[in-house]
């Protein structure tokens, strides 16, 4: 009984602290422990592939403290004095300096033809476990085979020496050429012909795993197909890209045959050398990377399936024939080139339009040969030519000459100026198949001017008459005709060309057969008679790098630039006379004591504008004496503005007759107050 009480009361008071418990939560909110980590600065990276490759020659043993050479630029093999049993070794250190595992193979190749002294020459390749040293190493187990059999059959396993390299990790091999013992006399006296490379080439190797396996860069080094052409030797890789080894250093340049190409130039600047791709190579487009400066004789000879070529703008010069038998239709030589060498873009059947941006100077023959050309744009206010330039479509003024059997008809020159039109006339002196055109302002030369090339008086008159805008004038002796009055037109010589000013018992000597014209004159040496008032009437005249002999009168707005003035005795070289505005750049002044007499009877006086100019007294002081270089003359009731810059002045004297201005430069003699000359 007791213990069931006992019980009862238990229970009881278990229940009781239950409830009580419950009484105690009632009101709040729950809670519990945790806790977390954060992996912060998680990176992707991608590691690098970076191999590199020197050598040392065999004499010295190859240490790291040794003077390697970059493989890239050393010396190959140069030895050439072989004898049976001589050989040569190159140590060769490949170094991994990325960050993933590679494996490489080693080719060897041929930049050119070789000769049959190739065939006696043994190729022995020692890895880094052999001594790189020992001649006794030299066996048949280590022997890739006969220099000219590898070098025929570069993609062979047989011509390849392979390894593996790990992060950091660097090889030692060598590579022998020996030449063998029983060579005989058949081979004295030869030469390889050709430089030759050693070609390596590296990818990842499957030795590093990732989460699931180590087969993710399982990948072979990819094998060289080859092929010779013209003695440039090519290889394809399993990336499908043609390898080029360069002629000069053994480099390789990537490109693809079938598509748009892209060649990288070489350090110097210079695409190189003779038929960098080899003729007939199956190029047919090309782009030359920006920062080359040179494109040498023959670079790009006989290609006739090449028909675009991107030259950049920092060409300056193209070599010898270096176009010669390309596809082009069209040519754009970019305002940097400078020197276009002989034959340069010979023997293109299908060119048919050149621009020349810039001043360029052409050697001969630049576009010989070329029946389909039509169109050449000189755009350069500065061109040079040699004789015989665009001897492509006439020799001896035929067109069916020694330098183009059939011609393929009219080719329309056009140039920027008459000077340069002139040089083209003089260089090419027969134009039976081209015409000469001075370009106006439209792009496309369809408000050109047409140039008349004479070479007598009364070819000049028929031209002139025949409304000629431009005529160049031949070597010899002219007079201006009357048939250019009104006309606007201008004449240019080639520097040694004459014209006399025909006084033709006219108003005091005066030359009537410009009057009202607008004439530029050229290159031309211009000879008066020496009497006053000798000049074209009426005529407003620009003379360009002309040379005027004896006195010459202004009767309109005349301007002079680079041109040469001789006089002598008791005269002026220049009356401005009937010029309202008369000025002179960079001229030369030659005279015995006076040079230029500012002096008009304009309506609205004169306005003279000395720049850059130079005055030379070339007189005893026995002839002319007390002048200034420049002297102001008589005022007409008219108003005087003399405007001189950096001008020099050589003898001459200041004159004392009037308002002296302490100046050999300049005088006033006629003492004109400031408010008729402006000084």
Not at 114 to 124: E, G, N, R
Not at 332 to 361: C, H, I, Q, W, Y
Not at 393 to 407: I, M, R, V
Request: glycine residues 8%.
């Amino acid at each position: 009984m007791t213990n069931k009480k006992s019980t009862k009361r238990a229970l009881l008071s278990a229940i009781m602290s239950m409830v009580l418990c419950v009484a105690m939560l009632a009101g709040t909110t729950f809670a519990w422990f945790t806790d977390s980590v954060t992996s912060g600065n998680n990176i992707i990276a991608s590691g690098n592939l970076d191999v590199t490759m020197e050598w040392l020659d065999g004499t010295a043993a190859p240490t790291d403290s040794a003077a390697w050479i970059d493989a890239s630029t050393g010396a190959i093999f140069d030895y050439d004095n072989w004898e049976p049993g001589y050989a040569v070794a190159r140590h060769i250190k490949i170094a991994n300096e990325g960050s993933l595992a590679l494996k490489y193979r080693i080719h060897i190749a041929a930049n050119g033809e070789v000769s049959k002294l190739a065939d006696v020459i043994d190729v022995y390749y020692l890895d880094p476990a052999q001594q790189l040293n020992d001649r006794t190493a030299l066996t048949e187990e280590n022997k890739l085979g006969t220099l000219s059999a590898l070098l025929a059959n570069l993609e062979s396993d047989a011509s390849t020496a392979t390894g593996a390299l790990a992060k950091g990790e660097k090889h030692t091999v060598t590579l022998v050429l020996k030449m063998q013992e029983s060579a005989g006399n058949e081979y004295q006296n030869l030469a390889i012909g050709s430089t030759f490379s050693i070609i390596l080439i590296a990818t990842q190797d499957n030795v590093e795993s990732d989460s699931f396996d180590e087969n993710y860069d399982d990948i072979e080094v990819p094998d060289m197909h080859v092929e010779k052409i013209d003695g440039v030797t090519y290889g394809m890789g399993a990336d499908g890209n043609y390898y080029m080894i360069s002629v000069d250093d053994g480099t390789l340049t990537t490109f693809t045959v079938d598509d748009k190409v892209t060649v990288l130039g070489t350090g110097n600047g210079v695409y190189d050398n003779d038929r960098v791709f080899g003729k007939n190579a199956p190029l047919t487009s090309l782009t030359l990377p920006e920062g080359l400066t040179e494109i040498k004789d023959n670079a790009l000879n006989t290609l006739p399936n090449l028909t675009t070529v991107n030259i950049p703008s920092t060409v300056k010069t193209i070599g010898i024939q270096a176009f010669r038998i390309t596809g082009m239709s069209e040519v754009t030589l970019p305002a940097s080139v400078k020197t276009v060498k002989e034959g340069a873009f010979r023997d293109m059947a299908n060119l048919t339009t050149v621009t020349v941006e810039g001043n360029v100077a052409f050697e001969k023959y630049a576009f010989r040969s070329c029946p389909n050309l039509t169109s050449i744009y000189l755009l350069g206010d500065d061109v040079t030519f040699a004789d015989g330039q665009f001897a492509s479509h006439t020799d001896a003024g035929s067109c069916a000459g020694t330098y183009h059997p059939t011609c393929g008809g009219l080719i329309t020159v056009y140039v920027k100026n008459a000077t340069v039109a002139a040089r083209l006339l003089a260089a090419q002196p027969s134009a039976n198949c081209y015409e000469v055109k001075i370009l106006g302002a439209s792009e496309d030369g369809s408000d050109a001017t047409d140039v008349e090339e004479v070479a007598n008086n009364t070819q000049l008159d028929a031209a002139i008459a025949a409304g000629a805008g431009t005529v160049v004038l031949g070597d010899g002796n002219y007079v201006v005709p009357n048939s250019a009055q009104g006309k606007t037109l201008t004449i240019v010589g080639n520097g040694n060309t004459a014209v006399a000013t025909n006084t033709s018992g006219s108003y005091e000597g005066c030359n009537y057969a410009l009057d009202g014209s607008n004439v530029v004159f050229e290159n031309i040496v211009i000879t008066t008679d020496g009497k006053d008032f000798t000049g074209y009437a009426r005529c407003k005249a620009t003379f360009n790098n002309c040379v005027i002999n004896n006195t010459l009168f202004l009767y309109g707005d005349t301007e002079f630039n680079n041109c040469t003035f001789n006089d002598s005795g008791n005269s002026y070289n220049l009356w401005t006379y009937g010029a309202t505005n008369a000025t002179f750049n960079n001229c030369t002044f030659n005279c015995e004591g006076k040079a230029i007499y500012v002096d008009g009877n304009g309506n609205t006086g004169t306005k003279v504008i000395v720049n850059n100019c130079k005055f030379n007294d070339i007189g005893d002081n026995t002839v002319v004496d007390n002048k200034a270089a420049i002297e102001t003359g008589t005022t007409y009731g008219k108003t005087y503005e003399l405007i001189i810059d950096n001008t020099t002045v050589s003898g001459f004297a200041i004159n004392p007759v009037g308002i002296s201005t302490n100046s050999t430069l300049w005088a006033n003699k006629n003492s004109m107050g400031t408010d008729k000359l402006n000084v």
